[in-house]
């Protein structure tokens, strides 16, 4: 994800940057990069590139359709929940734009638990007031 003095090589073309992943954030940092001339940037991605000029009806259109069609998806991916415990399908987007392109409104809020665990692990590093805390989000979530 980063650059060398003498770029590195991709089929012939030498870039100074190559970002993995078209996905919100590789797409954001690709654009930022290249808002430098001087820098040459390669974004690769997996999945399906959708220009603005042919996206997909189900793209275009999210709720619920793209969030349901097995082409945007890598296939067969699956995780752990902890570990030792067994597999489960973990579906991951596989397109320009990453999940991003298919979630539509859909919205997915933090488990109370998970708050608790990262307020914890705040607190132990830098003595945090308890920012991190469920209650203290609830206001920014509704």
Known sequence: MGG???????????ADYVIVG???AGAVLASRLSENSA???????AGADTPP???????DDT???????????WPELQARRREGGRLHPYPQA????GGSSIMGMWALRGMPSDYRRWS?????????SGLW????????AN
Not at 94 to 97: D, H, L, S, V
Not at 120 to 128: G, I, L
């Open 22 to 24: 078209g996905g919100s």
């Open 4 to 14: 060398s003095a003498d770029g590195s090589r991709v089929s012939g073309m030498i």
């Open 53 to 59: 000029d042919a996206t997909p009806a189900d793209i």
């Open 94 to 97: 596989r397109i320009m734009g």
């Open 39 to 45: 820098n040459r940037v390669v974004l690769l991605e």
């Open 120 to 128: 914890e692990a705040v607190q132990k590093r830098v003595q945090s």
């Open 133 to 140: 805390a469920a209650s203290g989000r609830e206001p920014l």
């Open 63 to 73: 709720f619920p359709s793209s969030s349901l069609n097995p082409e945007y998806f």
